[in-house]
């Protein structure tokens, strides 16, 4: 007969969003990257839901629009691209949404998404090479179908 298996109580099951975070940022932080399992759709098609997501150490002083980062909003964790940067302020905003989140600063960013995985494919979300040509070409056309897209929303087109 087999026993039966321990339980946690169910304050000790989960970490809260922000508890959850301040781990993903000493990670970062030390140098080390992390792989996130991506929830939502906010994203698509860039990131779906179910894809696993590798963050990376983010240097806020260099953040760029078009680079996707890991934030706490509202209290909850989003992952979304920079659509805009005003002084210390970062706009960001879901691929697959219409409209963008609540500003930002940049030191609230926590990390920075640099693939991502969906089954046996990767895609790039930066600039390298180091995930393989395809990947990085997989990335080139995510970042350009999202540079058309916003074109399209700034000329009222959807």
């Keep these: 007969m087999n026993a039966p298996a321990a339980t946690l109580p169910p304050e000790s099951r989960r970490l809260e969003p922000r508890a959850y975070l301040d781990v993903v940022r000493s990670i970062v932080t030390a140098g080390d990257e ?69 500003p930002i600063r940049r030191d609230e960013v926590i990390a920075r998404a640099l693939a991502a995985a969906r089954g046996d494919r990767v895609i790039s979300l930066v600039p390298t090479t180091r995930f393989g040509t395809t990947a990085s070409l997989r990335g080139m056309l995510a970042l350009l179908r999202q540079r058309i897209r916003r074109a399209r929303d700034s000329r009222g087109l959807r």
């Design 34 to 102: 992390f792989w996130l399992g991506a929830t939502g759709c906010s994203m698509a098609p860039t990131i779906r839901n179910g894809d696993d997501v590798l963050l990376g150490r983010c240097d806020t002083a260099r953040v760029r629009v078009g680079q996707i980062v890991l934030a706490m909003i509202d209290e909850r964790a989003v992952l979304h691209r920079v659509i805009r940067i005003d002084g210390d302020r970062l706009h960001l905003r879901g691929d697959a949404l219409f409209t963008e989140d609540a």
